[in-house]
C-alpha cells in the first residue's frame, strides 16, 4: 500500500469547517483512499473512503486531487466531539485481506 | 443493530500468565481482524480471520495466537506475558473480505501487564 504523509496536529474552531489534509504521492490507479478517526481511548470509526471522484457522506466530504496524490478530508461544521486523531490510509484494491496500516495520524482539537 | 462487542473490557495481568480476549463481531459479519494499540507503535494489525480461517497475519511472535468459531465469534490469547503487551487491543469487524467492506471496530480490551 502506498505510504500516507499527515500533518501531526491540527486546530479548528467550533462550527468552523475543517480541512485535513493528506499526501499520498505514490499512490497507484488501484488503491482506495480511506479516512478513519479515533477518539481518544474509543476504537477506530470509519468515515468515508473514495477512489478518485469526490465522495460525501453524512459525516464528511473527501476531495482527491486530479492527479490522486493528495486527498483532504472535510469536516463542514466542527463540533467538540470530532476532536480526535485522524487517519488516512491507501489500500490497494486487489487487495484480500481486511488489514489496515495505520500510520499516526493528525490530532485535530475543535477550540471552543 | 449492535456493534462489536469486546470482553473484558479492562485486564490486569501478571509477567508470564497468559489471557484470552474475546470479540463478537457484528451480526452477519464473517470477518474479524485484531490489532494492537501502544503510545509508542501506535495502531498494529495482529491478525485476521475469515470463516473460521486466519487468512492474514501481523508481524507478532507465535505468543499472539487466535482463533474465529462458527458464528464468527472470534478470541485472542496471548502466552507468557511481558510488561510490552501491556497495550489496547482492538477488534474489528467486516461484512466481507477486501477494500470495499468497511471494518467497524469494537470498545477495545485494555490489558495491563505488571
Known amino acids: 500500500d502506498a505510504k500516507t504523509t499527515q500533518p501531526t496536529s491540527m486546530d479548528c474552531a467550533e462550527g468552523r469547517a475543517a480541512n485535513l489534509p493528506c499526501n499520498h504521492s505514490?499512490?497507484?490507479?488501484?488503491?482506495?483512499v480511506y479516512w478513519y478517526r479515533q477518539i481518544h481511548s474509543q476504537g477506530p470509526q470509519y468515515i468515508i473512503h473514495?477512489?478518485?471522484n469526490n465522495e460525501t457522506n453524512e459525516m464528511a466530504s473527501l476531495i482527491i486531487t486530479e492527479d490522486r496524490k493528495s486527498s483532504t478530508l472535510i469536516l463542514p461544521h466542527a463540533t467538540l466531539r470530532d476532536t480526535a486523531v485522524y487517519y488516512c490510509?491507501?489500500?490497494?484494491?486487489?487487495?484480500?485481506?481486511?488489514?489496515?496500516?495505520f500510520g499516526t495520524g493528525t490530532s485535530l482539537t475543535v477550540i471552543p | 443493530k449492535a456493534g462489536v462487542t469486546q470482553t473484558p473490557r479492562y485486564l490486569i495481568k501478571t509477567r508470564g500468565q497468559q489471557v484470552t480476549l474475546s470479540c463478537s463481531p457484528i451480526?452477519?459479519?464473517?470477518?474479524v481482524s485484531w490489532y494492537q494499540q501502544t503510545p509508542g507503535q501506535g495502531l498494529q494489525f495482529l491478525f485476521e480471520?475469515?470463516?473460521?480461517?486466519?487468512?492474514n497475519k501481523g508481524n507478532f511472535p507465535g505468543r499472539f495466537s487466535g482463533r474465529q468459531f462458527s458464528n464468527s465469534r472470534s478470541e485472542m490469547n496471548v502466552s507468557t506475558l511481558e510488561l510490552g503487551d501491556s497495550a489496547l487491543y482492538l477488534c474489528?469487524?467486516?461484512?466481507?473480505?477486501?477494500?470495499?467492506?468497511?471494518?467497524?471496530f469494537g470498545p477495545g480490551t485494555r490489558l495491563t501487564v505488571t
Open positions: 473514495g477512489l478518485k
Open positions: 480471520y475469515f470463516s473460521e480461517t486466519q487468512r
Open positions: 490510509i491507501v489500500r490497494a484494491l486487489h487487495y484480500t485481506g481486511n488489514q489496515f496500516y
Open positions: 505514490t499512490i497507484s490507479g488501484n488503491e482506495y
Open positions: 474489528a469487524s467486516s461484512l466481507g473480505q477486501g477494500p470495499l467492506y468497511e471494518q467497524y
Open positions: 451480526s452477519g459479519h464473517r470477518s
